[in-house]
């Protein structure tokens, strides 16, 4: 039998008070050659029956009074049947308590999720075999290390406590990772780490797309297998790697800048190639989570203070309405259409306008063009065969309208300007194969149509307006505009290219991404060096994303005045819209809408 963290692991305490009681043949009570034994005491039955099906379980002879009953079988009056039955039933009902109370101090001492609904019998039964293994293998490992870890042991004492093994405090207790799946089907990965307090776990965002300047995410690239996408060696990397090493340094899950550098220093790359920044990642946001928890607080504040962040700011969010570009087969151009409740005074208000106005915008497409019309994109837009981007400005300009809130809601565009980007021009027209190359508009035209339109529309907002290496394109618009020009393909959340964006003055809002980088201390650094520098900054989710909620309370957490996630609509978009709800509902009158301070210029 052994401690840890002072928890007796062989003895459920909570047994005690439905009649098991532990009791010691002999040897010490913590003595480790099995001679704590537990013995049923039946005596705290009032009827003097026993539980059947637990006897099995606990090898308790059966009384005499049973025996009888079980043998002499007589037929009965029927007041002595109902008697009986009502006897049996009462049994039936005291045996259910009793298992429910011994599962009950089961898990007590297996780690859960404090966030989850009650496991189930058979989870929690699973569970703790996955943790006794757990321990078994800990134990095994700790004797190599037996100099540092045995302690309370002195040779004059007998062999018996001898063999007491106290493991010392480990703060990560389990860190195991597996494959699941984003919402767009491709593999990603999920962490589950285990603390003194409970279970943690996190599911990394993903993307299939490769953009040159962020970290690797690491994939298996066996295409017979989830076409190249499998993760299996980036689980493998937290498995084999990442945990056991993170697990015998010992840190306090609060140490994050330290555990996120460790890991790098683990990986030893510049762009975290060998142990994967999907596989990284996903253990850094995990222990944010554990590390929130440690500090009895919420995510975002431990986000929060790990910025140095005082005052918080709910963000506006990016709802997606109309999709285009590489995203649908339809004439637009661009790839995303949004819209951003500015002029509100809470994010609860922006969600009413957000999803008012996607409502009606999806019961005019059903009355307009087919059904069909009305399914969505990955980000929830509807990809409805609109033949310009005037004619999207103007569609959703009406719809804004219709829906009474013109002066409320402005529209923002992803023109993901690097899709269109041909020869040094832009190609409008680059889903028809035949496109005119005379009608590729240079940067300067293409930033006349963005400032027109800006005129012409409630349009206060365009994301990767240029090729992300056409940074004269960038400078250029970026000193004739005060409208928000958002870096997202331009820098990746990457330091370097943050840096060039600062030096070169391109744009004056810049994205932060999680699975870009590898740690969520990289996050706040870039995060940092945007805002130090004057820049806006968005948060936004991946094409892949998962049910995790973590996006929310690092929007919030940062302060960072803007997400953008997709539409209000398909759960793993809408959890997060719907986490910055809860958020806001906590902090009450301390939370404060950013609105039309979206950038945080004011
Ligand atoms: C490609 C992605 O999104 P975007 O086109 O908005 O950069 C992505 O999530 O990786």
Known sequence: MFNMDGMNVGRCHSLESTGVVPVSLGGSPTSANGSDVFLYDDSSMSDGSLYASDQENLSTPIKRSDCRRLHKRRSRCPQQQIQQRQAANLRERRRMQSINDAFEGLRAHIPTLPYEKRLSKVDTLKLAIGYISFLGELVRADRSFSDTMLSGVNNGQ?????????????????????????????????VDMVTELGLFRVGVPNTDVKKVAEAVQLRDNNPSQYMGMGVSNAVKNINTIIAPELIKQNYEVTMQKEIDQFMLALDGTDNRSRLGANAIMCVSMVVAKAGAAKKGMPLYRHISDMAEITTIIMPVPHFTILTGGVLASNDLPFQEYMIMPTGVSSFADAMRLGTDIYQYVKKLIKSKFKIESTYVSDSGGFAIPLRSNRDALLFLTDAIK???????????????????YKDGGYDLEFK?????????????????????????????????????????????????????????????????????????????????????????TEIIEAFKLMKTNGFGVVVIDRWGETDDLFLADLVVGLSAGQIKCGAPARSERIGKYNQILRIEEELGALAKYAGKNYRGQN
């Open 402 to 420: 219709q829906c009474g809130y013109a002066g409320k809601v402005e529209i923002a565009i992803n023109a993901c300007a690097s899709d269109l």
């Open 432 to 520: 028809n194969p035949k496109s005119n190359p005379q009608n590729y508009m240079s940067a300067d035209k293409l930033a006349e149509l963005y400032l027109e339109n800006m005129k012409e529309f409630p349009m206060c907002s365009v994301e990767d307006a240029f090729d992300y290496d056409d940074w004269a394109g960038w400078s250029t618009l970026t000193a004739r505009t005060q409208m928000q020009l958002i870096g997202n393909d331009l820098t990746q959340t990457n330091l370097r290219r943050v840096g060039l964006a600062v030096e070169k003055k391109a744009g004056n809002t810049l994205s932060l991404r999680l699975s870009q980088s590898a740690t969520l």
């Open 158 to 190: 007998n062999k018996e406590e001898q063999k007491k093994i106290i493991i010392r405090v480990m703060p990560i207790k389990i860190l195991l990772a597996r494959q699941i799946f984003d919402s767009t089907g491709v593999p990603t990965v999920e």
